[in-house]
């Protein structure tokens, strides 16, 4: 079997780390916008059990499947859409 070695200039190699670098923050920021994802959904589920909803039809919104909207949270009237 034969390796072929190629050396890199240091300008090349450079930029080759530092996109190496921002993937790995990439991958990071990804990660934690997950988790806030995440986070948000719990809490609009905390938030649809606690408030007491007053619905409204949304007139503006016609492609969401629910049209009716809480106007003190913002929430769907669906409990599986929020």
Not at 30 to 43: D, F, L
Request: with cysteine; aromatic share 12%; net charge positive.
């Amino acid at each position: 079997m034969i390796l072929y070695v190629f050396k890199m200039n240091s300008e090349a190699q450079q930029l080759f780390d530092t996109i190496t670098e921002k993937k790995a923050l990439q991958r990071d920021y990804s990660r934690q916008i997950n988790v806030i994802q995440k986070e948000i959904r719990k809490i609009r589920g905390i938030l649809y059990k606690t408030c007491d909803h007053e619905w409204e039809r949304d007139w503006e919104d016609r492609d969401e499947r629910s049209r009716w909207v809480c106007k003190h949270c913002k929430l769907s009237r669906s409990p599986y859409y929020n």
